[in-house]
């Protein structure tokens, strides 16, 4: 049985399949010549509330209705043009009230579907975590064989010379039991 066959054996079966999945998409990826993954279509009802969340989070949104705030209080204030909201602005606030009670909805489902969103790369990216775990560790266990192969290969080696050496060079203790037997 080769190396990668007794590591792969040891191995759990739930991390080998994770290990198969993971590859099968890196060799997906590669072959369709995208790092980026297929995206899915967007609903109507996700396209706007995405436009309306860019849209009110922007400082463009944001200055073009403190100006048109600022016109509505001056118009009704100063009385340069007929009053159609008086000072409290109840008209004003209305349209304020209308507005809020519209984008909020929008903004939660544009935020709710970047959390989805977020969520499965942070999966992915678990995943991906998990297989470089896995594939340090098929490392760590291929050094350690082979570590221990240079061990024995080493002691084998040594002792040869060991070997060697005493037939080449007997120690003197022996040198004088041969010559005076």
Do not use: C
């Not at 099968?24 to 995405?50: F, M, N, W, Y």
């Not at 922007?58 to 009385?79: D, H, R, Y």
């Not at 022996?174 to 005076?180: L, S, V």
Request: hydrophobic share 45%; glycine share 4%; net charge neutral.
């Amino acid at each position: 049985m080769t190396i990668a066959a007794t590591l792969k054996a040891e191995l759990h079966s739930s991390e080998q399949r994770l290990l198969d999945e993971l590859r099968s998409l890196r060799r997906g990826k590669r072959t369709a010549g995208g790092g980026a993954l297929p995206a899915r279509s967007l609903t109507v009802g996700q396209k706007i509330a995405d436009w309306v969340a860019a849209t009110m989070g922007s400082w463009n949104f944001i200055i073009i209705q403190s100006v048109l705030l600022m016109v509505w209080i001056v118009l009704n204030v100063t009385a340069f043009i007929q009053r159609w909201d008086p000072y409290p602005f109840i008209l004003l606030n209305l349209a304020l009230s209308f507005q809020a009670a519209y984008a909020a909805p929008f903004i939660m489902m544009a935020q709710n579907r970047q959390q989805d969103i977020d969520r499965k790369e942070a999966e992915h990216d678990y995943q991906v975590n998990i297989k470089a775990e896995l594939e340090i560790e098929l490392l760590h266990q291929k050094l350690d064989e082979l570590r221990e192969r240079e061990v024995l290969y080493l002691t084998n080696a040594i002792n040869e010379l060991s070997q060697l050496l005493k037939r080449q060079n007997p120690a003197p203790g022996d040198q004088n039991r041969t010559d005076g037997a």
